[in-house]
């Protein structure tokens, strides 16, 4: 099967302490990889040397055959590469349309009319309301400001904006973190309502939502993966249960 991201020996230390020992992995192409670990393991130190928000001391990133290892943050996104903030992308004043009609418009390219009044431009306006149903936020909150919005409501918005890159490979850090039960289950369906249309690296601790959704899980241990394989290959492992599951199935 065709692999979107390649991932090569990927190193990071912070002084003494190696958050990322030579780190190996692939997504396949429309799959939800589910990368899981103690705290500490390295796991948001992963995804931040995969969007480039943190430089690595080696190693190699391919997204579709090409090296990204080199390239800025922006640059990744243009890539292909995007990766779902918590809450930060947000203008707060801006309407949820408005914040949405932006980030179609600053990936639009150069068929862009500038000129154009923003809310005129009807395939944008499109985009962006396609967007916004796309990630379940009902019509009725479109024209609010964004920051008025309920904490799981804003949280889809920061999913509909990383959406709006078209993106091939979306990273998402701790999604449900901070989320009720059904906030949760809202996102899970959202997740899954996009499985198969471009691939995620998941970072969860939710482990009835991990199990639920990847199909393929990634343990990540001292900064080092110790397993990849089937959800049930990934609960039947012993080296996996001895490090970290045992302790929580
Ligand atoms: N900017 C940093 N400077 C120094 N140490 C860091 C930094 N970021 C993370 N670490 C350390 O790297 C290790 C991995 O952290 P992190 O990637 O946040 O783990 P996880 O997300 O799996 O909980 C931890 O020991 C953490 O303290
Ligand atoms: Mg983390």
Redesign the pocket.
């Known amino acids: 099967m065709k692999s979107v991201l390649v991932v090569n020996q990927l190193f990071k230390r912070?002084?003494a302490?190696v958050?990322s020992d030579h780190v190996c992995l692939e997504l396949r192409s429309g799959e939800i990889h589910a990368l899981i670990?103690?705290?500490?393991?390295?796991?948001?130190?992963?995804i931040h040397l995969l969007s480039g928000t943190m430089q690595s001391d080696g190693g190699s990133i391919q997204l579709n055959g090409r090296d990204i290892s080199a390239m800025s943050a922006h640059q990744r996104v243009a890539a292909g590469l995007s990766r779902s903030y918590q809450i930060t992308n947000i203008f707060k004043n801006m309407s949820v349309l408005e914040n949405l009609l932006l980030a179609v418009q600053a990936h639009a390219g150069s068929s862009f009319r500038f000129w154009a009044p923003r809310s005129e431009d009807s395939a944008l306006l499109q985009k962006a309301q396609a967007l916004a149903e796309q990630c379940a936020i009902e019509q009725a909150l479109w024209n609010r400001p964004a920051g008025t919005l309920p904490h799981g409501e804003q949280r889809k918005i920061e999913f509909a904006l990383a959406l709006a890159a078209k993106p091939s490979v979306l990273l998402l850090d701790e999604p449900m973190a901070g989320m009720g039960p059904d906030e949760t289950l809202r996102l899970t369906a959202l997740i899954e309502s996009l499985r198969g249309r471009m691939s995620m690296l998941l970072?969860e601790h939710d482990m009835e939502a991990v199990f639920r959704l990847a199909d393929r899980i990634s343990v990540?241990v001292y900064?080092r993966i110790i397993a990849t394989g089937t959800p049930e290959e990934i609960r039947m492992d012993p080296a996996v249960r001895e490090a970290y599951l045992g302790e929580q199935t």
């Open positions: 912070f002084g302490l958050a670990g103690p705290n500490g393991a390295g796991k948001s130190t992963l970072v990540l900064g």
